[in-house]
């Protein structure tokens, strides 16, 4: 599989232009005291899903019906942790295909509802994302990768992540941010599967050179932290986590570990106490509604994992879809 170039993410924005928002790139004047550094919140938590995945989802799904028009009836399938799924399902709505998504049984039930609102087959799976992503495979009939041929299974397989479309269609984050603060030093990205940040680190450091990368996984789920010591992807136990859409390991040749290898500038971590203090913290200094997921880089960020005095910082705020009850939970003063 190919990875994708700053031309295909220049392709997906026409692709998105008036069905996505562009969202918001806003100063934080209390972490940029905290840190001695310029801080900007990318807001994809305002994006219309309510996370960064719609652009993704909604650049594969036009891709494909550009390239097949009248393939109307199509099925397309995914695994997702929800945000996803959420996505792909409005896109598949949006396009008149069907949607087949496979998420964990213990998925956020915001996520789930969100799902089945838009019309999508929601199949739950026993187990973590893992489970979820080979019963996917299973059903399309595919290996995983762009897509399954047509006629190969029971549909055409969206990968969250391992998806040249979807890649590319997140990559429009990073165009906005080098459009709306072109000098910026640095980019902290939330890492799962690697879409986002592969795609925002392919068109930044074409656009910006001097600007560096950094992922941030979840102390549960270190994925790229373990692949890149190792040198090779390798399976690891994934843990309970608030951050759920970060949680599950790679398909086998995900394109997007040679994207992180060769593109990342550096991959660090936020633990669970601190995800949950930056969940807190965005409620509180910034009036922001942020998810585990969405709130990793600001994490990271508050513990002083990423650091750059006097330089201009944006984190990326990924997604804000989280249950009431988790929220509860988090924004209860820590013990």
Partial sequence: MKAPAPRDVLAARARLAGRVRRTPLVRSAWLSAWTGAEVWLKLESLQVTGAFKARGALNAVREMVEAEPGAGARTVVTASAGNHGHALA????????????????????????????????????????????RAALAFAGGEGGAASPPGSGSGTYVSPYNHPAVIAGAGTVGMEIVEDLPDVDLVAVPVGGGGLVSGIATFVKAANPHARVVGVEVESNL?????LARGRVVS?????????GLSGNLEPHSVTWEIVRTRVD??????EREVRGAIRELAAHEHLVAE???AVAVAAVLAGRIAAPG???AAVVSGGNIDLDTLRSALAPAP
């Fill in 90 to 133: 409005w896109a598949a709505r949006d396009a008149g295909l069907r949607a087949v998504v496979f998420v964990p049984r213990g998925a956020p039930a915001t996520k789930l509802e969100a799902i089945r609102r838009l019309g999508a087959d929601l199949r739950l799976v026993d187990g973590c994302y893992d489970e979820a992503e």
């Fill in 223 to 227: 994925v790229f932290r373990t692949a």
């Fill in 236 to 244: 690891i136990p994934v843990g309970p986590t608030i951050a759920d």
């Fill in 266 to 271: 550096e991959m660090t971590w936020a633990a």
């Fill in 292 to 294: 585990g997921a969405g």
């Fill in 311 to 313: 330089r201009r910082i």
